[in-house]
């Protein structure tokens, strides 16, 4: 049976027809950067959509790493996430308010590298939401536990000695400013630039600016081709620490690539290692 690349999306109509499904578990995963003075836990207690829940992914992360919100154990995220009421017969809506970009993509990726592929990004997120005057509430839900059981895909993350080591084309989803070393990032990088033979493919290009809806596939095939990522060969995805390169992958999967891997630690991780060069 082949595989519908669509389920990686639902809109906003779909969603509004499935609000009260006890199947349909909603997740707010807005996230800001520290210093943008912005707080996602505090936007979500602010207005967000009726039944959803914050998911942090500072917080469902591995603590352990100096690294930001790197990948937690299965086992650390099927508890978490089970304490969030999910359990693996749920279909999970992820949605922020950036079109995807401000980390709902990252957690329809950390799902689908736990195992779980009922899970789907609302397309154009809380923006388009609130601007067709959808619902929204501001009580805070309170979940019921609920038992979730994780089981972790390597082939869908990859790591800096596998991206050394070459084979497979590398994409960074940030912007041409922080690709190419110009514009200071809001982490505090070690050094400026990129991972020599990255393609550069600001994940923003693929989106509709005024909607914030994805691409229709053929405008996503197009755009890949234009940057020079041949959609036949192995793919990986990058960015400033791990975020909007899963919605390269969320685009790539709707392109029929459920293949392609992130590189979880993105340029966080390369710029600070000492054998690793850099291109600016």
């Not at 779980?116 to 536990?145: C, I, Q, S, Y």
């Amino acid at each position: 049976m082949s595989t519908d690349f669509s389920d990686a999306l639902v809109s906003s109509e779909w969603l509004a027809q499935h609000l009260t499904d006890p199947a349909t578990k909603i997740l707010d995963c807005t996230w800001h950067h520290p210093s943008t003075n912005l707080d996602g836990r505090t936007q979500y207690r602010g207005r967000h959509l009726p039944g959803s829940v914050h998911f942090d992914i500072d917080q469902v992360a591995d603590k352990s790493s100096p690294l930001p919100h790197m990948l937690p154990s299965a086992e650390d995220f099927a508890h978490k996430v089970g304490l969030l009421g999910i359990s693996n017969a749920d279909r999970v809506i992820v949605y922020d308010r950036h079109y995807g970009g401000s980390a709902a993509g990252r957690v329809w990726w950390m799902f689908r590298v736990f195992g779980h592929d009922n899970v789907a990004l609302l397309d154009g997120g809380f923006g388009k939401w609130t601007k067709e005057k959808r619902p929204a509430e501001m009580t805070p839900v309170r979940p019921v536990p609920a038992s979730f059981s994780a089981s972790f895909r390597p082939e869908l993350v990859t790591t800096s000695a596998a991206v050394q080591s070459g084979g497979a084309q590398l994409v960074d989803a940030r912007g041409p400013g922080k690709f190419d070393g110009t514009q200071a990032d809001v982490f505090t990088f070690k050094r400026q630039g990129h991972i020599p033979g990255a393609i550069n493919l600001p994940w923003a290009d693929l989106v509709d600016p005024d909607t914030g809806v994805l691409m229709a596939p053929d405008a996503l095939a197009a755009r890949f081709a234009s940057a020079g990522v041949d959609l036949e060969k192995p793919i990986v995805t990058t960015c400033a620490s791990g975020i909007t390169s899963c919605m390269l992958a969320l685009a790539l999967y709707r392109l029929g690539r459920p293949d392609v891997a992130v590189y979880d630690g993105s340029w966080a991780e390369w710029s600070q290692l000492d054998d690793t060069a850099v291109a600016a």
